[in-house]
């Protein structure tokens, strides 16, 4: 909140307090609700190292299935603010698509009515308060606790604990309010009263930024006559309009997908709100019609208000779910993504670091994005370009015949392409703010090792550059051969990678194909130390230049070793029981040179 506007508004909460005690009840009552569903949404997030998140992604490939994850995950946690947050988080991540992450706001604005259900048929048809103190007592006691999951459950009962209690500080508060005020004096019928009560809705959601805490504090005004049935049913319009601005908030960090969600959000709950303006007089007919059928009483106008805050969204949903796709290409043509700069980051960004699961995905795009720029170099430095890996094209041919010079300058592609990203990448992992007990964690320090062994894979092949630019213009051909051997094994395992990727996508499970590159990485290097003895033995070369190329050949095995080791660690995705299976059977490093060895003895 600006700080002049929040003057403002502590000026006038001032006023209030020295108007009325009844006033100081309703305003603690706001107070400790708001209070309780922060410690609402403490509790649930401790939940989303991976659960909700998978839950999320399995339920999300349909539009349908989009909306009813909306409805359920809000209606269970009762925060629409939260699920729009790890939607704009997911959506940033790119582990959802724009319109999966438009039918969970359009699932969680049905979800969050029923708070409202739940408040005007039950919160005020019993004391609540005797609920709370158990909840808060339970609460306390298991966030206390050393293990992650109690403290959750913990932060979960203190939250519902203080959620009641607002309720009853409010419900309390408005029924002696009338003693020194009656709100409903200020009661205004007709077109003028919608307008500004649907005004005062929303200026009231966008300062409390919870829809759930100013239908609760209508509701409990509605309960006790402090305000009209018509006046309450414009105020939960202004309410679902209002809360949008935490969509937008989340939004500022996020990246141009995130900004679309938020502005289908805001388009969703302005639509929503003219439809229910427009056609006031009939929702109010079909809501007495529906609570006529449900045996609710005519006079209970706080079920009523219910009724009618589920009937607007629910139609709402119904007239604008078969224009999804329109919608997006709306949302595509008002925020268009700017082209991006391919030597800043393009996946890190606020919005993803809060949750683990976006956190490393964003770090694993990322570091594919480094990986892209780290091969770059590498085939440059060999004279070659990416395309030469999928044109069908000959490598071996192509660095045979090639005898120009190649004047590569490694260092000014390392600062332009790797140091930016690579800094970017280490900085935002050092900000995710969950425990390290998650397996997250884990998965973020293998991705910092990846992008580690990733840069000792470039500063290697500088090492390597200076001999092999020098053996180019070499008049011994024994030296330009072993030269273009070392060349070749890179590029060649370089395009084996390539090809390893299109086989992850296409889910041809090829892990165990990575013994079979792991172990001709190490029967390469014993060949290529056989070659070079044998080069000096025939004197074809000088023990000196032998010795050169013995440092040489090191650099290309431990090349070939990083590169692998970081496509191993980006491209195999383990979260299904096959890859798991496929993981037991692989061979790690002392097993494959044991094989070697083997074979080589025969």
């Known amino acids: 909140m600006p700080k002049p506007f929040l003057l403002v508004v502590i000026l006038l909460l001032s006023y209030g307090f ?119 007592v339970f609460g306390v006691l298991c966030s206390f606790q050393n293990s992650k999951q109690l403290k959750g459950i913990g932060y979960i009962l203190t939250g519902l604990g203080f959620l009641f209690l607002g309720i009853h500080y409010m419900k309390e508060g408005f029924e002696t309010f009338e003693n020194t005020i009656n709100l409903a004096d200020y009661a205004m019928p007709g077109l003028q009263g919608l307008l500004i009560y649907t005004l005062l809705g929303t200026i009231a959601t966008v300062i409390m930024q919870s829809s759930h805490a100013t239908m609760v504090l209508i ?179 192509l660095i045979e015949l090639n005898n120009d010079p190649v004047e590569y300058d490694i260092d000014a592609g390392y600062e332009k392409r790797i140091k930016g990203i690579y800094s970017a990448i280490i900085a ?23 992008n580690r062994t990733l840069v000792e894979a470039i500063k290697d092949t500088k090492h390597l550059q200076k001999n092999w630019a020098r053996s180019r213009i070499s008049n011994n051909a024994a030296i330009k051969n072993e030269y273009k051997k070392i060349a070749y094994q890179i590029v060649l395992l370089v395009q084996q990678i390539e090809q390893f990727r299109k086989e992850i996508v296409e889910n041809e499970l090829p892990l165990l194909s990575l013994d079979i590159l792991k172990a001709s990485i190490e029967d390469e290097d014993m060949q290529m130390n056989r070659s070079i003895d044998l080069l000096i033995r025939e004197r074809k070369i000088t023990p000196e230049t032998g010795s050169s190329l013995i440092n040489d050949s090191t650099y290309m095995y431990n090349i070939k070793k990083n590169l692998l080791k970081t496509a191993e660690t980006l491209f195999v995705q383990d979260n299904t029981h096959a890859i798991h299976v496929e993981h037991q059977l692989t061979l790690n490093e002392t097993e494959i040179k044991e094989v070697v060895q083997a074979v080589d003895a025969q």
């Open 428 to 450: 935002f992992i050092s900000q995710a703010a969950f425990s390290w007990e998650m397996k997250q964690s884990s998965r973020l320090s293998w991705l910092r090792d990846a």
């Open 18 to 136: 020295w108007l009325s005690d009844e006033f100081k009840g309703i305003a603690a009552g706001i107070s400790i609700f708001l209070f309780g569903m922060l410690l609402l949404e403490q509790g649930f997030k401790t939940f989303t190292g991976g659960m909700l998140e998978r839950i999320l992604q399995k339920t999300t490939n349909t539009a349908w299935k989009s909306l009813s994850f909306g409805i359920v995950s809000t209606t269970l946690m009762q925060s629409s603010s939260l699920v729009s947050i790890i939607t704009i988080s997911f959506l940033s991540a790119g582990l959802l698509d724009l319109v999966a992450g438009i039918g969970i706001i359009f699932g969680a604005n049905l979800g969050s009515t029923a708070g409202a259900w739940l408040i005007a048929g039950l919160g005020l048809k019993v004391k609540i308060s005797t609920y709370a103190m158990p909840l808060l």
């Open 219 to 397: 509701i409990t005004a509605l309960s006790v006559h402090q305000i009209t049935y018509d006046n309450a049913l414009a105020l939960a319009i202004g309410s679902n309009i209002g809360t949008t601005i935490t969509a937008i908030i989340g939004a500022l960090s996020a990246n141009v997908q995130g900004k679309r969600l938020a502005g289908a959000h805001l388009l969703f709950n302005l639509l929503t709100g003219i439809i229910a303006l427009t056609f006031i007089k009939e929702f109010m007919n079909a809501v007495d019609m529906i609570n006529a059928w449900l045996d609710i009483p005519a006079a209970d106008n706080t079920l009523k208000l219910a009724t009618f805050h589920s009937l607007f969204n629910l139609v709402g949903v119904a007239i604008m779910l078969p224009f999804i796709h329109q919608l997006v290409v709306l949302l595509e043509k008002i925020f268009i993504e700017k082209r991006p700069n391919l030597f800043r980051p393009k996946y890190l960004n606020l919005s993803a670091v809060e949750f683990p699961e976006t956190a490393v995905e964003s770090v694993r795009q990322e570091s594919i994005h480094l990986y892209d720029h780290a091969i770059h170099i590498v085939l440059h430095t060999f004279g070659l370009r990416k395309r030469h890996l999928s044109d069908q094209s000959d490598l071996k041919q």
